[in-house]
């Protein structure tokens, strides 16, 4: 079963904390790194775990978390 969090601070720091480092850009065929420089296609990607959080106070605030791993086994958040 996958673990829940209580805030997207906390979901991002124990992702990171297992190796899931990179901070990925949504690009038209897939993902990129600004700080690697690299980018990889849908192809290339697997969502491994996804988390959805909702605005206290108003539903249109809410944010999806990814984590993805490429197929050169780099992983990162999304």
Known sequence: MKKGYDTVTEAVEDL?????TID???VEDG???????KEWKAGEI???????FEGMTNPG?????YA???????KGLL
């Not at 697997?46 to 959805?52: A, L, Q």
């Open 46 to 52: 697997e969502v491994k775990e996804f988390y959805r």
């Open 16 to 20: 990171q904390s297992k190796g899931y």
């Open 24 to 26: 990925f850009d949504l």
């Open 68 to 74: 993805l791993e490429c197929t050169d086994g780099e």
């Open 61 to 65: 605030d809410n944010m999806i978390l």
């Open 31 to 37: 993902v990129h790194s600004k700080h690697l420089k």
